[in-house]
Each structure stands twice: as C-alpha cells, then as structure tokens.
C-alpha cells in the first residue's frame, strides 16, 4: 500500500515536473514571439514615450506650442473691428500673462504698432513682401513665432505676432531616441529565449553525464555508486531506476556472499568429517591386505586402495580450493629454479609413472636454470595437480613429457601428454587451442569430472603467482604451457 502510494506521489511530481511540459513551453514561447511579443513591446515602448511627453506637456508654463497658437488666434479674432486703443489695451493684458514673450502688431495699413518690448530691425511701414519674409523667415524657428489676423475671417484689421522661446511652449521630442530602446528590447528578449532554450538542454546533458559518470565507478564490491535525485522528471525517473538497480545488486551480492561463505564453511566441514571415516577405512583396508583373499577379493582390494587414495586427494583439494578462495592460502614469493623445482617434482613422481607403467620423459637444461619469482610449495602444487590428473584421465596414452622452450620471446615449461585431450575423441577440431580463462570449462570437457578442483587449483595459483598458462589440445594429447605474465 506505501509503495502504491509513493509511486502515485511520484507520478504526481513528475506530471508537475515533466520535461516534455517544459520543452512545451519553450516551444509555445518561441511560436508566440513574433505575432505576440514584438507588438506588445512596441506597444509598450512607444507608449511609454507618448505618456512621458503628455506628461512633460502638462509640466509646460503655457501648455504645448499647438495650445499657444490656439490661444493667440483666438484674442485675435476676439478683437473683430476694435480700434487701435483696444487693440493695444489687450496687447498690453497678453504681456502681463505671458511675461518672457515679444509681442507688436500691424494695421491694415501696414505701419507696426504697438511693440512690447520694442524691437530693433522691423520696418515702421509693411508691405506685402515684408510680411511674408518675416513669416518665411521665423517658420520652425527660434523663438517659437505665432502670426495671427486681427479679427474674425481675416476682416483686414492688420496682424498681430507672438513670439517666445520654444524651450517654454515644446518639449524635447524623443521619437527617434526610442527606435534603439525598441530596438534592443527586442535582442534582449530574442537572448533571453536563446539563453532558457540553452540552459534547459544543458541542464539535461549535464544530468545525463552525470549519470554516465555515476554507471562507471565502482564500489569496493564492483557495484556502482548510487545517484541523488535533484528532480523529479523523465530523468530523474531514470535516474531511481538505476538507483532501485544498485539496491537489488546489492542485495543479490549479498546473498551470494552469505551463500559462498556458507559454501566455504560446509566444504571445511566435510573435508575435516570425511578425513576421519576415510583413516578408519584405510586402516581396515590394510588390514584386509593381510588377510588370505581369493584373486578376485584382491582385485576388489586394489580398488578400495585405488579410490581410497582418490578420495583421500579429493578432499585435500576440496581444504586447499576452500583456503584459497577465502584468501587464507599463505604463498611467499621468492626467486626460485624452475628447473630445478620440476625435476624435484618429476624425481617424486617417477615410482608412481613407473608402477602405472608410464613412461617420464624429462628434457630440462642440466646447465641453465630458469629464475621465477614464485612460492615453491605453491610451484609443486601445480606440477602435482597436472601430473595427478594426467595418471587418472590421459594414462592411457603412457607418456607425460617435461621440457623448456622458446615460445612466443619467452621460456615456457611445457608439460604434455598423449591421452584423449580436453576434447573428445569424436569428430572434433584436429587441434583445439585456447586460452584457459576458467578452470571449470576446462574440467568439464574431461571424460573425468573430478578434475576440476584439482585445476581449479592450478588456475588460483598460476594467477596468485603472476604467471599464466595456455592448453592446446587435439584427440592425440594436450600440451600445457606455464610462463610468466608479461609486465
């Protein structure tokens, strides 16, 4: 019921968390820039700037330029048909309101009128080109010029002019200086969605990596280091897979470890029950071969003694194998003659070859040793272990061959036989050859099962000692090859 629960919490989390709904976004971002984006962003720069000039236009003394001029043609027209006097007076009210303006007026007869404050440079008497020249000349000039008719609907009763600066009546235009504020407005927005779209393939890559990383190192038990989830999300969904992984080889490796020491422990036990029943029965044995017995009771006899022994290597091999794998095997490596060692071996071998009718040939150098760095009672466990399981599988071809040679650049010991080989003696390859990579495949192509503690052993101490060994083998005998691992 938790796990249920805790799967439906996750679901949760991942629907919220999803990397296809943030891809989603981005996409949906990126498709709604243009038609969407850029308006409301030149909707929002350009307003901008209308509101900060509206507003500047309301911080204005006398309101916009445009309001001016409405205001001045305004009085002007209110003064339909007044007489000079009138025409002054009002003048005179226009200067009290507007205090840093220039102000004078024309009659319909072109002579200037009033002037407040009076003014050098214009003609006393108007005529039709002087009026146009001054209006050409004051046209988006400065100071800001407003020329209006006297009277409504242009009635002939002169002119009057304003004139005031245009720092009072317009504020600065900032119509051209928003196009760049537009202008990188929009980049910064374009580099913003580059940068989410960037950032959200890193951050994937990046957890990715950092999942590979986490599959190639190990613990002390060759099992990889678990990973911490950050988020919830197809990621991080395979990244608790791989963490729920970790935790069921763990535990598998933990069940194989109670089940090999459980192995270990059972094997000891038998070797050491089975040594006690097995000296009773030698001792009844040998009692037995004292006795008067028929032929066919001393063919029997020689078996007892025969599977005795047998039985008697076995469980030896079984102790030594269960030392081994539990690392409790001593091995003291030293420089030693291997000449000398496997001529040792052979000499305490030869009253068994003989008796089975065996035929040693031994071809070792008398002169020149070869000096491997091995642990000499180790060393004459292999040799005891190969020739062992020459006399009980391959006897029958009634040779074992000892020699030196020269074998790939190196000095190989050679030991061979002429027996059925490590195939069968069916329709297999003329010659096998191949490297030994597991002493149970090895045993397990004999006719003989019970080889395979004894190489097993041999394979241990071939690896522990820093040398290796090859087998070829065909239907007319095998040939093991023992040198040293190349540094």
């Known amino acids: 019921m938790k796990d249920k629960k805790r799967i439906k919490t996750w679901k949760m989390k991942f629907a919220n968390q999803s990397l296809m709904s943030r891809y989603m976004f981005i996409i949906i971002l990126s498709f709604l820039f243009i038609p969407i984006v850029i308006p409301i962003s030149a909707v929002i720069i350009f307003g901008t700037e209308t509101m900060f000039n509206v507003k500047h236009s309301e911080k204005l003394k006398y309101g916009s330029s445009i309001e001016l001029a409405a205001v001045w043609h305004k009085e002007a027209a209110a003064i339909d048909g007044a007489s000079p006097e009138v025409v002054e ?59 209006s008719f006297i009277g409504s609907n242009n009635s002939g009763d002169g002119f009057m002019v304003l004139q005031i600066p245009r720092s009072i009546v317009q504020a600065p235009s900032v119509a051209v200086s928003s196009t760049p504020y537009f202008v990188i407005l929009i980049f910064v927005l374009f580099s913003l969605l580059a940068l989410m779209s960037l950032l959200f393939f890193q951050r994937i890559r990046k957890r990715l990596l950092r999942l590979q990383e986490a599959m190639t190192i190990y613990d002390e038990q060759h099992i990889p280091i678990p990973v911490s989830l950050k988020r919830m999300d197809e990621i991080g969904g395979l990244e608790e897979a791989f963490n729920g992984m970790i935790e069921q080889l763990r535990a598998s490796r933990g069940l194989q470890l109670e089940e090999e020491q459980l192995r270990k422990r059972l094997i000891a036990s038998l070797s050491h029950d089975l040594r006690t029943p097995l000296t009773v029965m030698g ?153 030994v990579n597991s002493p149970v495949n ?46």
């Open 442 to 487: 090895l045993a397990s192509s004999t006719s003989n099962k019970g080889a395979g503690i004894g190489l097993a052993i041999v394979d241990y101490l071939v690896a522990e000692m820093g040398l290796a060994w090859e087998v070829a083998s065909s239907k007319q005998g095998t040939r093991i090859y023992i040198y040293q691992q190349s540094k």
């Open 283 to 435: 001792g009844h044995i040998y009692v037995l071969g004292e006795e008067p017995l028929s032929e066919r009771g001393q063919q029997s006899l020689v078996i007892l003694q025969e599977k005795s022994a047998s039985l008697s290597d076995l469980i030896d091999n079984l102790l030594a194998y269960t030392l081994m794998t539990s690392g409790r095997y001593p091995l003291q490596l030293q420089e030693q003659d291997i000449v000398r060692l496997a001529r040792e071996c052979a000499a305490a071998w030869y009253p068994i070859l003989e008796k089975e009718e065996i035929e040693m040939d031994v071809d070792l150098p008398e002169e020149e040793g070869l000096i491997w760095s091995v642990d000499k009672e180790g060393f004459r466990r292999i040799l005891d272990n190969l020739f062992q399981n020459i006399v009980r599988h391959a006897s029958e071809g009634l040779y074992i061959g000892l020699s030196i040679e020269q074998r790939n650049g190196q000095q190989t010991l050679v030991i061979e036989d002429r027996g059925p080989g490590f195939v069968e003696a069916t329709e297999q390859q003329p010659f096998m050859h191949q490297m």
């Open 89 to 147: 007076l009002k003048l005179h009210e226009l200067k009290q309101r507007y205090t840093e303006a220039n102000m004078f007026w024309v009659d319909e007869n072109g002579r200037i009128g009033l002037q407040l404050p009076r003014q050098g440079g214009l003609p006393e008497q108007w005529s039709h080109a002087d009026a146009i020249r001054f209006m050409k000349e004051h046209v988006d000039s400065d100071p800001f010029t407003v020329v």
